[in-house]
């Protein structure tokens, strides 16, 4: 059983090991960006980091489970850099870092990766750096969005339309008011997306219903950077949601130990 759950605590030789005995890397992805007068700028790289230790936590007992610092910058379009406080990265300098990570853990013996993902943006991006990477080396690499993981769970707790569940809405609050964050309720304001396509998913959570990548923030706004319903959240429908995300993810890791991929 190992005594810590980061990368960045142990000594090389203890990662030798751990490589060895065939430890998941899990990177955690975020972003640093505006997330509405209510939620603090760091939302989305709190919830990859606090996802990644609950599940590493819950997985420890079963298998080797290393958890990366999360990488807290990225890509955000224009339009969230209408209000302070958002970093944003070109697409490609986003690729290369994750590619590198990856590349560089595989350099140091480790064969699976499981990168958790928090950032909307960052869908594409991160598809790219994963066939950048498999053209590279050989690695179990998953790629996964904390989002999709928590679809099931959302669609029942949820009490906003389609819509409310955006940057900042009724999903992100949820869960920083149930992992104990720096959020203002008072200052929460809903501000729910309308698609203006049928082609067009209403929100993050539907969004996989969208049959065109139509650029959702050309025909949005929003007057306070919030793109949902954050009024509706609250830290107990939180708790289920992160609950039900980490049982979603143990199934995941549990299949990535297994499997044995074709090494070139
Ligand atoms: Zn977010």
């Not at 005594?3 to 490589?19: F, I, V």
């Not at 610092?69 to 850099?81: E, F, Q, T």
């Not at 690729?95 to 350099?107: F, R």
Request: charged share 20%; net charge neutral; hydrophobic share 40%.
């Amino acid at each position: 059983m190992q005594d810590s759950l980061y990368y960045s605590d142990y000594r090389w030789p203890e990662l030798k090991t751990l490589a060895e005995q065939d430890a998941i890397v899990i990177l955690p992805v975020g972003q640093t960006e505006e997330h509405g007068p209510h939620l603090p700028v760091g939302c989305d790289a709190m919830i990859s980091l606090d996802t990644a230790e609950r599940v590493a936590r819950a997985a420890q007992k079963e298998m080797p489970v290393l958890v990366m610092p999360a990488i807290w910058a990225g890509y955000s379009g224009r339009g969230l850099k209408k209000w302070p406080g958002t970093i944003t990265l070109p697409t490609d300098v986003v690729i290369a870092t994750v590619e590198h990570i990856v590349v560089s853990l595989v350099d140091s013996g480790f064969t699976k990766v499981l990168v958790m993902n928090s950032h909307g943006h960052h869908e594409g991006i991160l598809r790219v750096a994963a066939r950048n990477i498999a053209d590279r080396c050989s690695v179990t690499l998953v790629v996964s969005h904390i989002w999709r993981m928590a679809e099931a769970i959302v669609a029942r707790v949820r009490t906003s339309e389609e819509g409310g569940c955006n940057h900042a809405g009724e999903y992100e609050t949820a869960l920083l008011l149930a992992t104990g964050k720096r959020v203002d309720q008072t200052q929460a304001v809903d501000e729910p997306v309308r698609p203006a396509s049928r082609y067009v998913g209403g929100d993050l959570m539907t969004r996989h219903h969208a049959k065109v990548f139509w650029s959702t923030w050309g025909h949005t706004s929003s007057r306070t950077g919030t793109y949902g319903c954050p009024t509706r959240a609250t830290a107990a429908q939180g708790q289920a949601i992160m609950d039900a995300t980490v049982l979603e993810y143990l199934e995941l890791l549990r299949e990535m130990r297994q499997s044995k991929e074709n090494r070139r």
